[in-house]
């Protein structure tokens, strides 16, 4: 891959960034965390030593993360996010967008992930809210890893 790889990665789960941080070590990925607080692996995660690993820490405001993302992603990078506005804004500068869910974003299915946004905002302002899922598991991990090699192929 010749671009970065950006994760939001304030709601990406832990298991999918530490195994970013592997994946980025093995095959020499370069990997930028952008989030409100430092999420950098700890000794004890079993990634150390990540020379192609950056943290980019952004002011506690809401946001903010996102706004780095946007500014600094480039053609040619893959931002793996679950903020749909900033799938959008992203694809329309041309940038590869997927989710942990190994997602992969388009110009048609952003579309109705907005409108389904949209329509969970209202229905959750009418008391309505809709069942989110509760749980990242083993299932979830394997269709991401899936997508995101991929991804990383093209």
Request: charged letters at 25%; one cysteine or more; aromatic letters at 6%.
């Amino acid at each position: 891959m010749e671009g970065r790889v950006l994760v939001d990665a304030d709601s990406c789960p832990k298991r999918v960034r530490n195994w970013l941080l592997s994946q980025a070590k093995k095959n020499h990925i370069q990997l930028i965390f952008a989030a409100n607080k430092d999420l950098s692996p700890k000794n004890g995660d079993g990634v150390q030593d990540i020379p192609n690993f950056k943290m980019i820490v952004c002011p506690a405001q809401s946001q903010a993360a996102d706004n780095w993302i946007l500014q600094n992603a480039q053609a040619g990078d893959l931002v793996i996010t679950r903020d749909i506005p900033l799938a959008a804004s992203l694809l329309e500068k041309g940038i590869a967008v997927m989710n942990d869910f190994g997602k992969v974003f388009d110009k048609q299915n952003i579309v109705r992930a907005l409108k389904e946004r949209e329509l969970s905002l209202q229905m959750s302002q009418l008391g309505l809210g809709t069942k989110k899922r509760d749980s990242y598991g083993q299932e979830e991990f394997e269709v991401f890893a899936k997508s995101f090699n991929k991804e990383i192929a093209r």
